[in-house]
């Protein structure tokens, strides 16, 4: 049964980090593009952040960028969100998502995920 579990939301104040994870199972982790994407209260979802089967290429919103990084364990079917400098805005439901065939940039760009998680919240308050 193809699964994908995210965990690691919480609240921690501004300036804070917190890691996401997404653990995969039930198809073929390192054969798929994977993201992550966000929905903040009264916003659309977007992406995030979304990384290639080899992880050479990867794609990060420009709200996000030099704060968040994506990497994936292929060995561990996992694949992470570190967030640093967290910011109020960032305040949200954060989702993965996979696809056996998108680049990154679509993958983040189109949100058009094959499987989704069912997300974790997280929440950037003082």
């Known amino acids: 049964q193809l699964q994908l579990v995210e965990s690691g939301g919480d609240l921690v104040q501004p300036g804070g980090s917190l890691r996401l994870s997404c653990v995969a199972s039930g198809f073929t982790f390192d054969e798929y593009t994977l993201g992550w994407f966000r929905r903040a209260p009264g916003k659309d979802r977007e992406g995030v952040s979304c990384?290639?089967?080899?992880?050479?290429?990867?794609y990060y919103a420009n709200s996000v960028k030099g704060r968040f990084t994506i990497s994936r364990d292929n060995a561990k079917n996992t694949v992470y969100l570190q967030m640093n400098s967290l910011k109020p805005e960032d305040t949200a439901v954060y989702y993965c998502a996979v696809h056996p065939g998108y680049s990154p940039t679509n993958l983040c760009l189109d949100q058009g995920g094959t499987f989704w998680g069912k997300g974790t919240l997280v929440t950037v308050s003082s």
């Open positions: 990384i290639g089967r080899s992880d050479k290429y990867m």
